[in-house]
């Protein structure tokens, strides 16, 4: 998807919002703990203490990793939005209809057909919120290994 023409789909971390807001509110508990710690039980100012650090340690976990990971998510440049990723699993005896589907790129007509627990056939989907973006390709799991019923097929209705 990072191939196509006109850089539609780029690489793009994700925000680092709500990991520094982990990271204040923990520092904001512990400040609090050390203003009114007079007036608080220990069993509290534990408490306040402890999911202080958890809440600051959370924080700096989710910004390494964000910052120091290897990984990208896909972000359409026109809508302004991530993709989503699902995986979509269905009966064999859908088999024509989820097919269809997939090379015809009816994404709405894909989410509405009735899903299964087990992967006889998955359709790997990468759409934007409003499905006017998508990606997906329907594969079917024989002999061990998932073997591709279609091609890869873009579907773009800007």
């Given amino acids: 998807m990072y191939a196509l023409?006109?850089?539609?789909?780029?690489?793009?971390?994700?925000?680092q919002l709500r990991a520094a807001v982990l990271f204040i509110a923990g520092v904001a508990l512990v400040v609090v703990n050390n203003m009114y710690g007079a007036e608080l039980t220990n069993n509290m100012r534990s408490a306040?203490?402890?999911?202080?650090?958890?809440?600051?340690?959370s924080g700096?976990?989710?910004?390494?990793?964000q910052l120091f990971g290897?990984?990208?998510?896909?972000f359409h440049k026109d809508k302004h939005c991530y993709l989503v990723f699902?995986?979509?699993?269905?009966d064999r005896g859908v088999?024509?209809?989820?097919?269809?589907?997939?090379?015809?790129?009816a994404v709405d007509r894909l989410l509405g057909l009735a899903r299964a627990n087990v992967p006889a056939l998955t359709v790997a989907l990468y759409r934007t919120p409003d499905?006017?973006?998508?990606?997906?390709?329907?594969?079917?799991?024989a002999d061990l290994e998932y073997k591709p019923l279609t091609r890869l097929n873009i579907v773009d209705k800007a």
Avoid: H, T
């Fill in 5 to 15: 023409p006109g850089g539609v789909v780029v690489k793009r971390r994700k925000s």
């Fill in 48 to 57: 306040i203490v402890f999911i202080g650090g958890l809440l600051i340690l």
């Fill in 60 to 65: 700096m976990v989710m910004a390494a990793i």
């Fill in 70 to 74: 290897s990984g990208g998510v896909p």
């Fill in 86 to 90: 699902e995986e979509l699993y269905f």
């Fill in 95 to 105: 088999r024509a209809d989820v097919v269809q589907s997939v090379e015809n790129g």
């Fill in 131 to 141: 499905n006017s973006f998508a990606a997906m390709q329907a594969f079917e799991y």
